[in-house]
């Protein structure tokens, strides 16, 4: 290394330490804005500030800040609509739903902090040792993949998902590599990047990274599986687009009058749209009946409806509802399915959404105000099974659908389709996207069609190949008749 290298090194080390936070925020920035809903743009290179910031940095206090930075940079863009849903679902004041926001820092991309300790630990035993910090660069990309695997999450992404967003062939990859091996490339080719701008080859090995990304993509394409070995059924669905403050609203008698018979003119405009058509199942989505239909609250006004619908147009219903027994202190989230023989089986939901479904440390937080409206659930225990025309479909209602391990349950139990309803209208625009895209993830991880039912988008179909069928428009009342 010649004078001119050291003194330019040397001024490059005194800039990393005097603002240290700032390959973080740029970090945090880059994967942000190259997350769902945005196209993944800086996602090869999204890391690479951070990676070099670590590599250099030897206060270990250091790291481990930039770690914290790091997770609030990336959440603030990814995860921005948990402040408008908590203003929305829990009506609350601007501050709170911040306050709520910087509440979930903790609980959401917590692989960038476990990363971040993970490699405090590597930094310090390579120091113990004495081998080359430089050592470290190459077990980053691993130490950050093994976080992802191993962290729990309440909203389980990955850098990964973008290229299904992206629909590069890449992703194809995730039937031979599974999607540890797809995050392992992201990060790996990252960690090339900072190869390149600690090296006097940068050219080359930007270059080098160009052509293994290509070679990868070469890779999806002859990789690629199609399942063309299934069952067929034509779904009805409808899709309400309540108002929040209707669904808020939902349990008074005049709101709850108005939700169903929307619901009954859509279904009975769809049945004489497709009178022509044979129809296997009607699917409305999450709690689209805002009441109980057990077969005890069969006579009630609302509840009669909705047998009445089955029984005249020998149709097959699968709702979204509430159930409880009448000695039953509090609801469960339910799925109902109503044959055209009035044949009623229920699936109660099994995951609920922390702080908007259920209260964590009841004990402690049900005297905040904030928290004094949130209707208390119960929690399913058992996964089951829809059989709709001897094809069984494997249910998930709204937050369910984006835990992979739940849904290969439901594969394993024998689900052929997998079948999600849900209600993300809370959450303003990103969520539903992002929602979305981890539901049909996990679909593509086990080549099962799905059905994707919601109150306002996104709702769509898929084969078991990832394709989309069929995306009805967001935002407005609609129905669609779609084969599966």
Same mark, same amino acid.
């Given at each position: 290394? $010649?004078?001119? @290298?050291?003194?330019?090194?040397?001024? /490059?080390?005194?800039?990393?330490?005097?603002?240290?936070?700032?390959?973080?925020?740029?970090?945090?920035?880059?994967i942000g804005s190259s997350t769902a809903p945005y196209w993944p743009w800086?996602?090869?290179?999204?890391?690479?500030?951070?990676?070099?910031?670590?590599?250099?940095?030897?206060?270990?206090?250091?790291?481990?800040?930039?770690?914290?930075?790091? =997770?609030?940079?990336?959440?603030?863009?990814?995860?921005?609509?948990?402040? +408008?849903?908590a203003q929305e679902f829990l009506q609350a004041s601007t501050f709170h739903?911040?306050?709520?926001?910087?509440?979930?820092?903790?609980?959401?991309?917590?692989?960038?902090?476990?990363?971040?300790?993970?490699?405090?630990? &590597?930094?310090?035993?390579?120091?113990?040792?004495?081998?080359?910090?430089?050592?470290?660069?190459?077990?980053?990309?691993?130490?950050?993949?093994?976080?992802?695997?191993?962290?729990?999450?309440?909203?389980?992404?990955?850098?990964?998902?973008?290229?299904?967003?992206?629909?590069?062939?890449?992703? $194809?990859?995730?039937?031979?590599? !599974?999607?540890?091996?797809?995050?392992?490339?992201?990060?790996?080719?990252?960690?090339?990047?900072?190869?390149? /701008?600690?090296?006097?080859?940068?050219?080359?090995?930007?270059?080098?990274?160009?052509?293994?990304?290509?070679?990868?993509?070469?890779?999806?394409?002859?990789?690629?599986?199609? *399942?063309?070995?299934?069952?067929?059924?034509?779904?009805?669905?409808?899709?309400? $687009?309540?108002?929040? =403050?209707?669904?808020?609203?939902?349990? =008074?008698?005049?709101?709850?009058?108005?939700?169903?018979?929307?619901?009954? =003119?859509?279904?009975?405009?769809a049945l004489s749209k497709y009178d022509d058509r044979d129809i296997d199942?009607? &699917?409305?989505?999450?709690?689209?009946?805002?009441?109980?239909?057990?077969?005890?609250?069969?006579?009630?006004?609302?509840?009669?409806?909705?047998?009445?619908? /089955?029984?005249?147009?020998?149709?097959?219903?699968?709702?979204?509802?509430?159930?409880?027994?009448?000695?039953?202190?509090?609801?469960?989230?339910?799925?109902?399915? &109503?044959?055209?023989?009035?044949?009623?089986?229920?699936?109660?939901?099994?995951?609920?959404?922390?702080?908007? @479904?259920?209260?964590?440390?009841?004990?402690?937080?049900?005297?905040?105000?904030?928290?004094?409206?949130?209707?208390?659930?119960?929690?399913?225990?058992?996964?089951?099974?829809?059989?709709?025309?001897?094809?069984?479909?494997?249910?998930?209602?709204?937050? @369910?659908?984006?835990?992979?391990?739940?849904?290969?349950?439901?594969?394993?139990?024998?689900?052929?389709?997998?079948?999600?309803?849900? $209600?993300?209208?809370?959450?303003?625009?990103?969520?539903?996207?992002? +929602?979305?895209?981890?539901?049909?993830?996990?679909?593509?991880?086990?080549?099962?069609?799905?059905? *994707?039912?919601?109150? !306002?988008?996104?709702?769509?179909?898929?084969?078991?190949?990832?394709?989309?069928?069929? *995306?009805?428009?967001?935002?407005?009342?609609?129905?669609?008749?779609?084969?599966?």
């Amino acid at each position: 290394m $010649n004078v001119k @290298e050291i003194e330019t090194t040397i001024t /490059v080390d005194d800039k990393i330490q005097k603002y240290w936070w700032a390959p973080a925020l740029l970090s945090g920035a880059l994967i942000g804005s190259s997350t769902a809903p945005y196209w993944p743009w800086a996602l090869f290179f999204a890391w690479t500030p951070i990676f070099l910031y670590w590599h250099k940095e030897n206060s270990l206090i250091k790291i481990a800040s930039s770690g914290f930075i790091l =997770q609030f940079a990336t959440n603030a863009i990814i995860f921005s609509w948990i402040s +408008h849903g908590a203003q929305e679902f829990l009506q609350a004041s601007t501050f709170h739903s911040l306050l709520v926001f910087l509440g979930f820092q903790f609980f959401l991309s917590g692989f960038i902090l476990s990363s971040t300790l993970m490699v405090i630990c &590597i930094k310090k035993f390579l120091f113990l040792i004495q081998l080359p910090s430089k050592t470290l660069l190459f077990l980053i990309p691993l130490i950050a993949t093994l976080a992802i695997e191993i962290t729990p999450e309440l909203i389980p992404w990955s850098p990964a998902h973008a290229l299904f967003f992206a629909h590069w062939p890449i992703a $194809n990859l995730v039937d031979s590599i !599974s999607l540890f091996g797809l995050n392992f490339i992201v990060l790996a080719l990252n960690t090339l990047i900072v190869y390149a /701008v600690l090296s006097a080859h940068k050219v080359k090995i930007i270059l080098f990274s160009i052509l293994l990304f290509f070679c990868f993509q070469g890779l999806g394409l002859i990789s690629q599986k199609q *399942r063309t070995d299934f069952k067929t059924l034509n779904v009805l669905i409808i899709q309400g $687009n309540i108002s929040n =403050q209707d669904k808020i609203d939902q349990w =008074q008698s005049v709101v709850k009058n108005k939700i169903v018979d929307h619901y009954l =003119q859509l279904t009975k405009a769809a049945l004489s749209k497709y009178d022509d058509r044979d129809i296997d199942v009607v &699917i409305w989505p999450e709690t689209a009946f805002p009441g109980y239909l057990d077969l005890e609250y069969k006579g009630l006004q609302q509840s009669k409806k909705i047998y009445e619908l /089955v029984n005249k147009n020998k149709i097959h219903l699968i709702t979204g509802a509430y159930s409880k027994k009448r000695r039953q202190l509090h609801p469960f989230i339910s799925l109902f399915s &109503i044959s055209p023989t009035q044949e009623v089986s229920t699936y109660n939901k099994n995951i609920l959404v922390p702080f908007g @479904e259920y209260l964590p440390l009841a004990s402690w937080l049900k005297n905040i105000s904030l928290f004094n409206s949130l209707p208390p659930h119960k929690i399913g225990n058992k996964l089951s099974l829809i059989n709709v025309k001897s094809v069984l479909l494997g249910p998930q209602i709204c937050y @369910e659908s984006i835990f992979y391990q739940q849904a290969k349950q439901l594969k394993e139990k024998g689900a052929q389709i997998l079948l999600t309803i849900s $209600n993300d209208s809370w959450f303003g625009q990103n969520e539903p996207i992002q +929602h979305a895209l981890l539901n049909q993830v996990n679909a593509r991880r086990l080549h099962l069609p799905l059905i *994707r039912v919601t109150n !306002s988008g996104q709702s769509l179909v898929t084969d078991p190949n990832g394709n989309t069928i069929a *995306r009805p428009p967001s935002q407005k009342a609609h129905f669609q008749l779609i084969e599966v």
